[in-house]
C-alpha cells in the first residue's frame, strides 16, 4: 500500500471500491464507541448509522462508510458475544475493543469480556486492537492495561493503544497503525482520486490554453 492518505471527512480514508474492510467496534457501556464512530465517519454518514437488531432485544449500530463496512456493538451483559455478537465478529477484519481507562470497575468487566471472546474464539484470526480510551482523565497506564488484561496472551496481531477520543489524541496513529495491518487487503482511493484529479487537470489545462 504505502504512501499517505486523505482525509474525507471522517478519519477513515476512503478505500477503493473494491475494498469492503468490516470493522468492529465494541466496548462496555461508556467506553466511547459511539464517540468513536463519530469521528470515524463524515457527517452525512453520521446520519445514515442504523440500529439493527441481531438478536432477542440486543441491537447493534452499522454503516457502511467509504469501503469500510462498521459494527458497534455494546457489551452491556456478558452474553451478548456469544448471543449476539458472535457472527459479526467472525467475519471482522479487525475488532477494535475500546476501554474507558478510567473506570476501574469497567477495566476489570473489560478482563471477562477479553474472556469470552477467547473462549468463543472470535479473535484467532483477527486483528485486535485495545484503544486505552479517555487518556486525558486516566487511572491507569497504557501498560499497567495491557498487563492487567493479559493481551500477550492473544494469538493473532494485537496492539494497545492510548487515545482520547474526546479530544482526537491518537486516532491519525490508530488509523495508520490499522491500515498498516490490512496491508495487501485493501487499496486506498486517494490514488485514483489523485490519478482522477491529475488527468482533470490535464483537460482543465488543455481546455484553457485551446
Ligand atoms: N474525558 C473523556 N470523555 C470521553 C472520551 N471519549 C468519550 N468520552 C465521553 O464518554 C461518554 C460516553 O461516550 P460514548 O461515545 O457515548 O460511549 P459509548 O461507548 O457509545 O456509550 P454507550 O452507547 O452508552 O454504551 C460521553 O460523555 C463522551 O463524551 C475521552 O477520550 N475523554
Ligand atoms: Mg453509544
Sequence with gaps: MGGSFTKTGGLLPELSSTSLIKISIIGLENSGKSSLLSKFIDNTH???????????GVYADMVNYKGWDIFVGNLLYPNYIRKAFKPYLLLSDIIIFIVDSSDYQQISSAKEQIDILLGENCINSTVFLVLANKQDIKRITTPQLENYLELSRLNCPYNIMPVSVLKETNLDETIKWILKQLDG?????????????????NQNNNNNTS
Excluded: Y
Aim: glycine share 0%.
Design 46 to 56: 453520521r446520519k445514515a448509522v442504523q440500529s439493527v437488531l441481531v438478536s432477542q
Design 185 to 201: 487487503h485493501i487499496q486506498l482511493r486517494n490514488n485514483n482520486n489523485n490519478n482522477n484529479t491529475n488527468s482533470n487537470n
